[in-house]
T-cell receptor, first 114, second 113 residues
Framework: QKEVEQDPGPLSVPEGAIVSLNCTYS??????FMWYRQYSRKGPELLMYTYSSGNKEDGRFTAQVDKSSKYISLFIRDSQPSDSATYLC??????????????FGQGTILTVHP | DAGVTQSPTHLIKTRGQQVTLRCSPK?????VSWYQQALGQGPQFIFQ???????QRGNFPDRFSGHQFPNYSSELNVNALLLGDSALYLCASSGDSFTGELFFGEGSRLTVL
């Protein structure tokens, strides 16, 4: 069993739709949770970073963490064609030595069509 | 301010050969991590370098080795290439921040024939 499981999709939605992306994890040591966006032929870029359980909002993006259920989500409101990309969840443990060691989900390909 | 830069962007090798990939971290960053991303998969952690030492290592064989130079740039070496080593190799750098946010380069795409 993989430490991080991500709904693989792919997802295709109309412009303006609400998108929900999800990951589950099995390692209780994971304390920090991230969502990265990766455009084709590019490196991942950080979208959201969360530590505690609950919601964190940034513009059209909301990250949700439920540590008791080992479940994280990313919601995208009013989706735009420019949101079309692969979305990767990532997580790591606590402590300075864990900073660079992220465990990623397999990614979800999102297409937003006009 | 230049971000993380990697070279080469693309390369083709044959089985059994050796390859060296290079990375310059974002200005001000002293820690470099390397990841392997197979097609359709998320990145997998290979190892991390800090102060010219390998600080952490993922589940990769000894064929994968690295180096960090005094200017914080880094190299990833892969010996005895296998077909399964074909992937996008990503370098990420981080500095002294609470979040330890990683900044990724655009990667080096390796094809092994």
């Amino acid at each position: 069993q993989k430490e991080v499981e991500q709904d693989p999709g792919p997802l295709s939605v109309p412009e303006g739709a609400i998108v929900s992306l999800n990951c589950t994890y099995s390692n209780s040591a994971f304390q920090y949770f991230m969502w990265y966006r990766q455009y084709s032929r590019k490196g991942p870029e950080l979208l959201m970073y969360t530590y505690s359980s609950g919601n964190k909002e940034d513009g059209r993006f909301t990250a949700q963490v439920d540590k008791s259920s080992k479940y994280i989500s990313l919601f995208i409101r009013d989706s735009q064609p420019s949101d079309s990309a692969t979305y990767l969840c990532a997580m790591r443990g606590a402590g300075g030595t864990s900073y660079g060691k992220l465990t990623f989900g397999q990614g979800t390909i999102l297409t937003v069509h006009p | 301010d230049a971000g993380v830069t990697q070279s080469p962007t693309h390369l083709i090798k044959t089985r059994g050969q050796q390859v060296t990939l290079r990375c310059s971290p974002k200005s001000g960053h002293d820690t470099v991590s390397w990841y392997q991303q197979a097609l359709g998969q998320g990145p997998q952690f290979i190892f991390q370098y800090y102060e010219e030492e390998e600080r952490q290592r993922g589940n990769f064989p000894d064929r994968f080795s690295g180096h960090q130079f005094p200017n914080y740039s880094s190299e990833l070496n892969v010996n005895a290439l296998l077909l399964g080593d074909s992937a996008l190799y990503l370098c990420a750098s981080s500095g002294d921040s609470f979040t330890g946010e990683l900044f990724f380069g655009e990667g080096s795409r390796l094809t092994v024939l």
